[in-house]
């Protein structure tokens, strides 16, 4: 049954900027402000942007709260000389909870975004009650012989961006391009993941009009988060991990690309032990889709979200119920 009703992206949303010790943390809350909503994050170098297609879809079931994390879309960038840390995103989520007195959250995430409420989960079962995962569960790790030289690549890299930010001239400005570069850049550097005609709906939110050259843009989002430093288990803590959430049989949804280049989205080891371990696990293959597959195929992916809303959110099943 088709649960997808005739809406197109200019169903309404509230912009949010939710006051943090840094600043604020932006974000858009589509649907029923009224109600606890699903917490929407986003991918690396992306913005809640990414989501601009799938949340009117969804929010008439559901509203959605997708946010931009730390340094990326709209949101504040982390104090000069401050490292970017995956945590550093796991706390955002216990910040806005504190922040909408939530006992409990629901989440989604797509890619760097699935791994962070996979992260979240596995620290904190009992505060989660269902998982959404576009394309993987949680990012691949590493092998340990070459963490230590990726860590220090890393730190050295982002020291030089802390000195550039902490000394740069009054009034200068990043490299500018034309919108259509923009566009070129993101759609290649994506590896084509997001279509072309679906880039400016994250560019929206990740470039900044030039005061130098007014017919174009620069990249806004803070350019450290390419350096970002992860907590990133080997499989054995991994499982671990998830071992705390199949524990609790948290509802968990993972929609993968047929067509993904991530290699998250073949970790099968993973995939495997949440399913042989989780009764409310539930594992789809959209085959045409990329890594993007949310923002470039948004009705089938918003067709499996409904029916796993249907079944488990538990509070909100009479509101479903009415909508289908």
Known sequence: MDLIPDITTTTTFSEVRIQVPWGHI??????????????????????????????PLVSPYRSLLCIDLPGHGLSSHLP?????????????ILRLMQVYKWEKVSLLGHSMGGSTVFHFASFFPDRVDMIISLDLIKTS????KIVPSNYATAIEKALRDNDRLLNALPNSEPPSYTFQQCETMLFEGTHN???????????ERNVTKSHLYPDK??????????????????????LN??????????????IKGGKSKNPGSVAFELDDYMA???????????????????????????????????????????IIQSKI
């Open 26 to 55: 932006s974000g858009r809350w589509y649907g029923d402000q009224s109600e606890r909503p699903i917490l929407a994050l986003h991918g690396w170098l992306d913005n809640c942007g990414t989501f601009a297609k799938l949340a």
């Open 80 to 92: 000069a000389g401050i490292l970017y840390h995956n945590l550093e995103f796991v706390r955002v």
């Open 276 to 318: 042989n371990n989780n009764k409310n696990f539930e594992s789809y293959i959209y085959p045409y889709g990329t890594h993007h597959l949310h923002l470039n195929n948004p009705k089938p992916v918003a067709q499996l979200i409904i029916e796993f809303l249907q079944k488990h959110d538990r509070q909100h099943s009479k």
């Open 193 to 203: 993941s997001v279509e072309l005609e679906n880039c400016k709906y994250i560019l």
């Open 141 to 144: 790790y590493r092998p340990a």
């Open 217 to 238: 843009y620069f990249f806004s989002r803070d350019g450290r988060v390419k350096y970002l430093l992860n907590l990133n288990p080997n499989l054995e803590m991994t």
């Open 241 to 254: 991990m998830a071992e705390r959430i199949c524990t609790a049989n948290i509802p968990y949804l993972v």
